[in-house]
């Protein structure tokens, strides 16, 4: 049976079809030709050294799965091309989660990587975040003030601030491994386990910061789908 994704993001059974179907080297090896433009099955045949009948199974694998697709050529009719179905293989690196209309970065002092993390939340998507800390400093560090000038954001105004009670429908993200363990998060809850770089106190330790969390929001936003809501109520003090 051939699967088509068109309607939207391939569910969990499609994806694990898609990875199977990869798991031959063969396969692998015609899905990174086909990244370039199309080609005909003799094309691959003769390209790979491989048998017509053997690459007539790895076609028809690859096409099951949702990966290539078969056009009939407006030149010769007899002739067909088989392209790599962009989409449904870019869907295998993406993650399937809800992107949160509020978000809550949470860390001990709240002074370097949960600001850090909500300025680049919203920079990167648009929508609110904010910040706190299980026990907040009494300023942001000029350290990561300095980071997020180099990356195009502004801290100069922000402040540490407590936790208090987190409202309904905010995504808490806990990006300090001491707060996440204090806390006993709630299991909808996010962690991301970033070093601190206080302690290093360098500008390329606060860089580090910035790109790995850059990193993480990038994954975070470029799912390809909206599936469940991943948010919390928590009461602390």
Known sequence: MRTDYRSGAPSLEQRAAMYAALGDATRLLIIDDLRCCDRSPSELSHRHRIPTNLLAHHLDVLEGAGLISRSVSSGDGRRRYIGLRSQALEALHQPVVTLPHRVLFLCSHNSARSQLAAALWTARTGRPAGSAGTRPAPAVHRGAVAAAR????????????????????????????????????????????????????????????????????????????????????????
Do not use: N, Y
């Open 150 to 237: 180099r990356a195009g954001l502004d801290l100069s105004t922000a402040q540490p601030r407590s936790i208090g009670r987190i409202p309904a429908g905010t995504q808490v993200v806990t990006v300090c491994d001491h707060a996440h363990e204090e806390l006993e998060p709630a299991s909808a809850w996010w962690h991301w386990s970033t070093p601190d770089p206080v302690p290093v106190g360098t500008a390329a330790a606060f860089d580090t910061v910035v790109a790995s969390l850059d990193a993480r929001i990038s994954a975070v936003v470029a799912s390809p789908t909206l599936t469940r809501s991943t948010s919390s109520t928590r009461s602390t003090s």
